[in-house]
């Protein structure tokens, strides 16, 4: 089991960027391929971003090809997102999120993801 702890939301204006964290325990969370999703306010999660375990392969979601950029440290555990000219539709609940099959090559919005933090609020005001 993983267990995946978010920080780095917070309320920022549109135009400016924030990077979101994402912390995972165990000592095989270098053999999973990670994801970020968001969901705002009445509308359904949505994917963002993913990751393979190596980091090689990235996927993002058409919304925000070009300001957002998905990365990992194996070493730290840890993966990020970060997301510079925000606008206020990117205003969301984000989430983490982990596939544990294991060396997954290939991410998209079709990966299994079936661990999840609880959560960062990232409120873009205009």
């Known amino acids: 089991q993983v267990q995946l702890v978010e920080s780095g939301g917070g309320l920022v204006q549109a135009g400016g960027s924030l990077r979101l964290s994402c912390a995972a325990s165990g000592r095989t969370f270098s053999r999973y391929a990670m994801g970020w999703f968001r969901q705002a306010p009445g509308k359904e999660r949505e994917f963002v971003a993913g990751?393979?375990?190596?980091?090689?392969?990235?996927y993002y979601a058409d919304s925000v090809k070009g300001r957002f950029t998905v990365s990992r440290s194996n070493a730290k555990n840890t993966v990020w997102l970060q997301m510079n000219s925000l606008k206020p539709e990117d205003t969301a609940v984000y989430y983490c999120?982990?596939?544990?099959?294991?060396?997954?090559?290939?991410?998209?919005?079709?990966?299994?993801?079936?661990?999840w933090g609880q959560g960062t609020q990232v409120t873009v005001s205009s």
């Open positions: 999120a982990a596939d544990t099959r294991e060396w997954t090559i290939q991410v998209d919005t079709t990966t299994p993801y079936d661990y």
């Open positions: 990751i393979s375990w190596s980091g090689d392969n990235t």
